[in-house]
Each structure stands twice: as C-alpha cells, then as structure tokens.
C-alpha cells in the first residue's frame, strides 16, 4: 500500500498488519464505541505461514508487539 491507501474490513473479519518503516500512522475508522468485553485476539505466531512471511523481511527482535497482543496465547 502507499501513501493515503485505503483498506476497509468489514465487521467481524480479523485482520492485522505489519510494517516495514518506522513514520507509519495507522488510523482506524469503526462503527461504534471501544468495547474491550467483545474484543478477541488471535496470536500471531498460530500461523506458521505468517512467521516465515515475517522473517523474509526482518529479525525478530526488530518486531514491535503491542503488550495485549503478546498476552495472546491462542486463537479466542
């Protein structure tokens, strides 16, 4: 995606995302009000194909991962 790129994911559909810089703003634009009772996480590295995708572009220990999603075991 470039610069002013749109994505739209429609309710109930997961979705995730990584960068490759370091001046990235994601904005999000939801329907509704923050409800952390009904929000879910899936754990990354659950996906093999995804962790080797990853890797392709950089180590590991370069990856900025939020806090609740490193308390993410599974897929809830």
Do not use: R
Not at 18 to 40: A, K
């Amino acid at each position: 995606m470039m610069d002013g790129d749109e994505l739209f994911v429609p309710k109930g559909f997961a979705h995730g995302f990584i960068t490759l810089g370091f001046d990235v703003i994601v904005q999000y634009l939801v329907d509704n009000i923050y409800s952390p009772e009904n929000e879910g996480s899936i754990f990354w590295k659950s996906f093999p194909e995804i962790v080797e995708e990853i890797s392709k572009y950089t180590e590991e220990k370069l990856i900025v991962i939020s806090d609740k999603d490193l308390l993410t075991k599974n897929f809830i």
